[in-house]
């Protein structure tokens, strides 16, 4: 894995990939030390100390992403729920009178290990989580029954129905 500081650009080069950040030089700057990319703040102003944190985090996410990658998993509970990987789309019956057909991006992979579980990786933190958010969302879970799709490490808080 090769990281690369350019005047205000991050490129992480790994086994999974390349991407690449703008680096906001007139508030951070990073420096290679010993095999580590050291980023530390140009002033002592309160933007550039939030961006210090930021900056170092999006490097390491990118570190990991380019080397082993990220993957969510998504579970999805009730009777006639089911999600199936066909080719590029998602097809995911979820209870409405269709089917709905989710377009798999280029640079994720999904797969459904079990009809009702969904993983999708990729190299790109942000994005997994962005996609799989966008598909939590066509049937997110309710607190009654606990029907939808979750994650798989989320807790649902259920409520109790109403009494006679």
């Not at 490097?59 to 089911?82: D, H, P, Q, W």
């Amino acid at each position: 894995m090769t990281v690369t500081l350019g005047e205000d650009t991050v490129t992480v080069k790994g086994k999974l990939g390349e991407m690449s950040m703008p680096l906001l030089s007139d508030l951070v700057e990073a420096k290679m030390e010993e095999n580590q990319v050291v980023v530390s703040p140009k002033t002592e102003h309160k933007k550039s100390r939030m961006m210090w944190g930021t900056t170092r985090a999006n490097i390491a996410n990118m570190v990991k992403g380019v080397s082993e990658g990220f993957t969510k998993k998504l579970v999805i509970t009730g009777v006639g729920y089911r999600a199936q990987a066909q080719g590029n789309t998602l097809k995911l019956s979820l209870g409405f009178s269709h089917d709905i057909d989710f377009p798999v991006p280029q640079d994720l992979k999904i797969t459904t290990p079990q009809p009702t579980e969904i993983e999708i990786s990729g190299s790109d933190k942000q994005r997994v989580g962005q996609i799989a958010s966008e598909i939590r969302g066509f049937r997110p879970p309710e607190p009654y029954k606990g029907k939808g799709v979750r994650y798989a490490d989320e807790q649902i808080l259920r409520k109790e129905g109403k009494k006679k």
